[in-house]
């Protein structure tokens, strides 16, 4: 191997090497991949298209109303699809405002289980098309 084709391989390994370190130490410096503090500009998302975030925004405003379901049931349902969606925003959104609305932490804990069972069961309930795949291709 001529000697400019091997500096130049060195070269760019090197290169990729710094590079790589560059976004490992960009990662460590990161808290956490979703910043807290970028829940407090949720309301700026207009900025990029304001008369559909004001459309969701007038939405998301009334569908949390009382009515057939309390503001305060909302909430907790609002906190238990978070988890499902696992939303780390809403998850601190809904902490906090199912417990200003008075729930304790035993409430709050159930309606991530209540969570956890149907998404459980919604993974469980493939188990049968599997099943049938299996008996199928076995015969």
Known sequence: MDLIVLRNKITAGIESLNLRSNQILNLIKMETYYDPKDLKNFGKIGEFGQELADKFFDYYGNVF????????EKSLIALAVAHAVQCPYCIDAYT??????????DQLMEAVHVTTAIRGGASLVHSVQMMKQAKKLMM
């Open 65 to 72: 109303k009382d009515s057939a379901l309390s503001a305060r």
């Open 96 to 105: 906090s405002d199912t417990l200003e609305k008075g729930y304790t932490e």
